[in-house]
Each structure stands twice: as structure tokens, then as C-alpha cells.
């Protein structure tokens, strides 16, 4: 089993619609990343969270460490915010990240 | 804003061959890493280096050396690329601590790199 878990692994869906990527981790953690990636190879920092809540414009990212657990929702989506979404985790004391497999989202006009 | 440069985009070598992937950074950051990325397997790490000179294996370091002559470059090297080298490789650097202090990991934009 993967130290880092994220569902769905595809989510199509249509421009407008809410959507909400999970991420579940194994292990005890100093913070979680949510990264993206579009087509063509390069990887972009969305949030990074260690307790709470974030928001950055349309994107909110929340984490519950007792849970371990953590979702990325993305309200009044658009076909722009057509990507992968990565979801990592750097385990307490560790130097490296610890990736999911990622989500690939597509959204449809 | 930090600035990780890859020295390839797109790269096509052939079996046996050695192939060098260059990495740059430009924030002083202590702690570098090469990354290679899979359909179905996500991000993977090959090697990392936490000081000029100093490296350690990552989860999937078989057929890779790397370099770290200078703090600001980090060379991943295929001795003799395999057609199972064929991948997107990812360069990616964090100023020391940075775990700790809350610093995300900044990445290049890859090359995807094609072993014939």
C-alpha cells in the first residue's frame, strides 16, 4: 500500500461543477503539499498546509492531521483547471516528499 | 522568484549511450533533487543532495549517478541509458530546513527523455 493515497485517479467533469480531489496518508507528517501539473511536464506549488484551511482564489485546500487526510476542492471549475493534481506529504524529520499517483482532471466546456 | 532550470526540454539518445541531465538553480537552496515521473506510478526519486558534494539514493537510484561540483547544479547522469530509462525526469530544489520552516519544493519543467 502506498504511504500516500489520492482518489479519483481520472474526474471528468463539467465547466462549472465543484470539485473535490482526496488525499490519504499512512504516516506522521511536518506538512502536505498540493502541486500542479499540465500537459507538457512542468510542476507548480499550489499550497502547502501543515494545520487547517487555505484558499487562493477559486482553489481551497484543507487538512486534518488527526484524520490524515486532506482534500483540494476547486469551485466554479473551467477548462484551464484542466491538469494533474498531486497530491505530497514530507514525513516528519525527512528531508524528501512522499507523492500520490496524482488525479487528472479534465473539465469539459 | 526562484528559478529551477532544466537544460533540456525534449532529449532522444540511443541505447549504451551516457546521457547527462542538467539542473540549475538560482536561490542558494541547499537541498536539490531529480525526480522521474511514470504513468501510473506518479513521481518517483532518484537521488538527492542536501551539499555540494554530498548526495543520497533515493527509492529508485539503479542505473543513475549523480553530480554536485557546485550548490547551484545538480547533474543526473544515465551511464549507459536503457530503453527503460525513457521517462520524464524532474529537477527540484528546497533551501535547507525549508521541510521545517514551511518552504515549498520549487520544480523545473522537465525533459522528457526518449531512449531508442
Known amino acids: 500500500k502506498n504511504e500516500v493515497e489520492q482518489s479519483p485517479q481520472n474526474l471528468t467533469a463539467q465547466e462549472g461543477e465543484f470539485i473535490t480531489i482526496n488525499c490519504s496518508y499512512s504516516?506522521?507528517?511536518?506538512?502536505l503539499h498540493w502541486l500542479q501539473q499540465h500537459p507538457g511536464g512542468g510542476i507548480v506549488s499550489l499550497f502547502m498546509?501543515?494545520?487547517g484551511k487555505k484558499k487562493h482564489g477559486r482553489l481551497i485546500a484543507t487538512i486534518n492531521i488527526q484524520e490524515k487526510h486532506s482534500s483540494l476542492h476547486i469551485t466554479a471549475s473551467h477548462p484551464r483547471d484542466s491538469a494533474v493534481y498531486i497530491c505530497?506529504?514530507?514525513?516528519?524529520?525527512?528531508?524528501?516528499?512522499?507523492f500520490g499517483q496524482g488525479t487528472r482532471l479534465t473539465i469539459n466546456p | 522568484d526562484v528559478k529551477v532550470t532544466q537544460s533540456s526540454r525534449y532529449l532522444v539518445k540511443r541505447t549504451g549511450e551516457k546521457v547527462f541531465l542538467e539542473c540549475v538553480q538560482d536561490?542558494?537552496?541547499?537541498?536539490m533533487f531529480w525526480y522521474r515521473q511514470d504513468p501510473g506510478l506518479g513521481l518517483r526519486l532518484i537521488y538527492f543532495?542536501?551539499?555540494?558534494?554530498?548526495?543520497e539514493k533515493g527509492d529508485i537510484p539503479e542505473g543513475y549517478s549523480v553530480s554536485r561540483e557546485k550548490k547551484e547544479r545538480f547533474s543526473l547522469i544515465l551511464e549507459s541509458a536503457s530503453t527503460n530509462q525513457t521517462s520524464m525526469y524532474l529537477c527540484?530544489?528546497?533551501?535547507?530546513?525549508?521541510?521545517?520552516?514551511?518552504?515549498?519544493?520549487?520544480f523545473g519543467d522537465g525533459t522528457r527523455l526518449s531512449i531508442l
Open positions: 505530497a506529504v514530507r514525513p516528519s524529520g525527512a528531508q524528501k516528499l512522499v
Open positions: 504516516v506522521g507528517i511536518s506538512a
Open positions: 498546509l501543515s494545520s
Open positions: 536561490m542558494d537552496h541547499e537541498n
Open positions: 543532495s542536501y551539499d555540494v558534494k554530498m548526495k
Open positions: 527540484a530544489s528546497i533551501i535547507s530546513g525549508g521541510g521545517v520552516y514551511g518552504q515549498p519544493q520549487h
